[in-house]
């Protein structure tokens, strides 16, 4: 079964970079032709699709996240990680990691991590 | 960026109750819509995508329907563990958007 998980620090202070990880089990990233997104939900907010990464390292960004935004992959640790740069207290969230259902970009996002909080502060 | 509306953004309903929330896209999406389940504390569930298909394991009693612009999802009889906070959205275009949520309590 397809695992997912979240890592990372809880604590960022202003103006640094978000750095998260999320490390798949029970399927691997680099044999199957998945996309792999980041979605954020800010405390008591909705829900932010951040970006995608294919395996091959292809990447969509969020136009409103983009000029901050790094979605890399790492194949043989079977993760794929979130850089979020010049974060400031709006950039508090729960971050999640999903990957899509199937083989396609436009396709649904069937596996969600269990999220991640972040909390920007000093 | 395609918009994504809800409507109610809340409703109180009984156990039994039949209940109905709508998505409005701010173009058309064809049948590229996906609904989500969201408890406190927990990550979306995937419920529902391409409009109707109902997601492996997900009880009969969610449908969803619709096309174009205009979206429903369905719980034919809310029971005790469907009391959540419910999300469309739209994967037909990046950047994949949200609706703001209906939640979902008890009356």
């Known amino acids: 079964q397809l695992q997912l998980q979240e890592s990372g620090p809880g604590l960022v202070k202003p103006s640094e970079t978000l750095s998260l990880t999320c490390t798949v089990s029970g399927g691997s990233i680099s044999s199957s032709s998945y996309y792999w997104d980041w979605i954020r939900q800010p405390p008591g907010k909705g829900l932010e699709w951040i970006g995608t990464i294919y395996y091959t390292g292809s990447t969509f960004y969020n136009p409103s996240l983009k000029s901050r935004v790094t979605i890399s992959v790492d194949t043989s640790k079977n993760q794929f990680s979130l850089k979020l740069s010049s974060v400031t207290a709006a950039d508090t969230a729960v971050y999640y990691c999903a990957r899509h259902d199937s083989p396609s970009l436009y396709s649904n996002l069937g596996y969600w991590g269990q999220g991640s909080l972040v909390t920007v502060s000093s | 960026d395609i918009q994504m509306t809800q409507s109610p953004s809340s409703l109180s309903a009984s156990v039994g109750d039949r209940v109905t929330i709508t998505c409005r896209a701010s173009q058309g999406i064809s049948n590229y819509l996906a609904w989500f389940q969201q408890k406190p504390g927990k990550a979306p569930k995937s419920l529902i995508y391409?409009?109707?298909s109902l997601q492996t394991g997900v009880p009969s009693k969610f449908s969803g329907s619709g096309s174009g612009t205009d979206f429903t999802l369905t719980i034919s009889s809310l029971q005790p563990e469907d009391f959540a906070t419910y999300y469309c959205?739209?994967?037909?275009?990046?950047?994949?958007?949200f609706g703001p949520g209906t939640k979902v309590d008890i009356k």
């Open positions: 959205q739209q994967y037909n275009s990046y950047p994949f958007t």
């Open positions: 391409a409009t109707s």
